[in-house]
């Protein structure tokens, strides 16, 4: 059959990984696809020392692939928002099939621009954008079909989960840590998207709308970052028999869809929170199928690259297709109105505390009333050994109330006289099938 001619936009690290995986695999991958699937140009402003590109058309400009008639596919790896928007859209409108890695993109506009390839019968398929070399958007979409999803959760960042593992396994407090993840290259010069949580908002808005047939709300999100953990948490953590892991979240209820980003006690016989250093770990549960892990590398050039093929090797099985005939962007060919995301407020889990109280009679009793007063059932408490300026460090675990509530009692804690400086709260999961 005909080759598919792709144009590799950004040569970067994905980049180039896909360029060399390409070629490196040409012969097994045209096996897969039924046709080859070959280069035909690459746009970017920086040279790959690793890319033998001497054989392929060069330019610097990515919106030179768009004026190229002999391109099918185009592949959008130079990330961010604008460029890659005003890129993927005028791919679209020219009648070319995108592939793209960016997570950012797709949950931001992905909307957008599912409408217009709907109306272009264009394919943009985005594989890459969740989880790195895990297919984990394919499982959801395709292999767990006959499921009614029940929740999603998954460690989606690398930097963050290699972050609490080596708080955890050095003892090391967080600032130290981040400073090891970029000097090793995990994390980035600004580590806001990563240590803040939106990297993982992105990518699980994605998620949830694959899993629910429902629109991507990325901005509905509700994110919590990983910089208020403490050393001291993660030992507290460990010795009740949890690890602290940094998740996304999401769950249907009868009321509505959970979307949530944050550091969540994950108990120790939990397959997640045996998931360590770099690796990214998405467990799916299903009416049908029961609870599903799907584990591996979640960045990185080659891993990436897989999930980058993997797409390319669909888009040349479906090009000649019609357009209705082909999977879903977001696995439903209907959409549901009906599931609205809920606030965080209205979110039911467990809690973990942690607040330094003056050691004095009364003190421990005025904060079991304030949780009584809201509702809120105490699961476990210990209190620790006096610390210098006569305060002692007391640890709750709580049993599953509403975030309004243990917002009410964490400002109440908060506003006593007894009570120094601000009360550590970090949600509490099971992750059992519910």
């Not at 209190?383 to 640890?395: C, M, S």
Request: hydrophobic share 45%.
């Amino acid at each position: 059959m005909k080759p598919v001619k792709v144009a590799i936009c950004g040569l970067g690290t994905v980049g180039g990984g896909v360029f060399n995986v390409l070629l490196r695999n040409a012969s097994e991958i045209a096996r897969r696809a039924g046709r080859p699937i070959v280069v035909e140009q690459v746009a970017s402003r920086s040279a790959n020392p690793e890319c033998d590109t001497s054989s392929v058309y060069i330019s610097q400009e990515v919106l030179d692939v768009i004026e190229n008639p002999e391109i099918d596919v185009v592949v959008e790896l130079i990330g961010g928002y604008d460029a890659a928007y005003d890129l993927v859209m005028k791919a679209i409108a020219s009648g070319k099939h995108v592939v793209t890695a960016n997570k950012a993109l797709i949950a931001v506009y992905g909307n957008e621009i599912f409408q217009a390839a709907r109306e272009a019968g264009v394919i943009v398929a985005f594989e890459a954008a969740v989880a790195g070399g895990i297919p984990i958007i394919k499982s959801i979409r395709e292999g767990l079909t006959a499921n009614k999803i029940n929740w999603v959760a998954g460690i989606i960042n690398g930097t963050g989960n290699y972050i609490l593992t080596n708080m955890n396994d050095k003892g090391a407090d967080f600032t130290e840590m981040l400073e090891e993840a970029q000097a090793l290259g995990y994390a980035e010069a600004d580590p806001t998207f990563d240590v803040e949580g939106i990297d993982a908002a992105h990518k699980l808005a994605i998620l949830s709308a694959i899993a629910f047939g429902v629109p991507l709300s990325f901005d509905k999100v509700y994110t919590e970052g990983i910089s208020r953990i403490d050393v001291e948490d993660i030992r507290q953590a460990d010795a009740l028999g949890y690890a602290i892991k940094h998740l996304g979240i999401t769950r249907r209820t009868d009321s509505g869809l959970e979307l949530r980003v944050h550091p969540t006690l994950v108990p120790k016989e939990r397959l997640l929170a045996n998931v360590n250093g770099v690796m990214n770990a998405v467990m799916v549960s299903g009416d049908a199928v029961g609870p599903t892990l799907y584990y591996g590398a979640g960045a990185g050039a080659e891993p990436t690259a897989s999930a980058v093929i993997a797409d390319l090797v669909d888009v040349a099985r479906e090009m000649g297709a019609e357009p209705d005939s082909r999977v879903p962007y977001l696995a439903f060919a209907e959409q549901a109105d009906d599931l609205p995301v809920l606030p965080m407020d209205e979110i039911e889990t467990a809690y973990y505390l942690r607040l330094l109280a003056v050691d004095r009679p009364g003190v421990l009793a005025r904060v079991a009333t304030i949780l009584s007063d809201q509702g809120v059932s105490i699961e476990a408490i210990i209190q620790k050994d006096t610390l210098e300026g006569d305060l002692v460090p007391i640890i709750l675990l709580t049993h599953t109330t509403k975030e309004a509530a243990m917002n009410e009692v964490i400002r109440q804690l908060e506003s006593l006289a007894d009570i120094a400086g601000s009360v550590m709260r970090i949600r509490v999961e099971s992750l059992e099938d519910q």
